[in-house]
C-alpha cells in the first residue's frame, strides 16, 4: 500500500497560481511514477501531468503545458504540481496517483489513488 495525500488546494482567481502536493508514506515511494489527474463537474477523469519514479521524465497534458510544471523530491516523499495562469477551466478535484515503476497518461497505469484536493478558479 502507498497512501497517498493531496494538500494544496483553493479557491483563487483566473491568473494566479497554486501548488499542490502529494505526500506519500513508505520507502519504496522512489520506486513509483506519479500522475496528477484531475476531474471537473460533469465531467471523466483527466490526466494532467506524470513524472517517472526517478524524476528524468514528465508527460503533460496539451492544455497545461508551459503553465504547469511536476516536480518530486523522494527524500521528502513528496510530489508537486505547481500550476501557473490558472484558467476556469483548470476547475476541478485533482488527484495524485502512483503506479511502481510506472508512468503515463492512462488511469490503469497507476494502482494507488489519493482523495482529492479541489481547486477551483473563478473568471
Known amino acids: 500500500q502507498v497512501p ?43 490526466f494532467v501531468a506524470a513524472v517517472s519514479w526517478t524524476g528524468s521524465t514528465t508527460y503533460y497534458a496539451n492544455s497545461v503545458k508551459g503553465r504547469f510544471t511536476i516536480s518530486r523530491d523522494n527524500a521528502e516523499n513528496t510530489v508537486n504540481l505547481q500550476m501557473n495562469s490558472l484558467k476556469p477551466e483548470d476547475t476541478a478535484v485533482y488527484y495524485c496517483a502512483a503506479g511502481f515503476r510506472s508512468m503515463g497518461r492512462a488511469a490503469e497505469r497507476y494502482d494507488y489513488w489519493g482523495q482529492g484536493t479541489q481547486v477551483t478558479v473563478s473568471s
Open 4 to 46: 497517498l495525500v493531496e494538500s494544496g488546494g483553493g479557491l483563487v482567481q483566473a491568473g494566479d497560481s497554486l501548488r499542490l502536493s502529494c505526500a506519500a508514506s513508505g520507502r519504496t515511494f522512489s520506486t513509483y511514477g506519479v500522475g496528477w489527474f484531475r476531474q471537473a463537474p460533469g465531467k471523466g477523469r483527466e
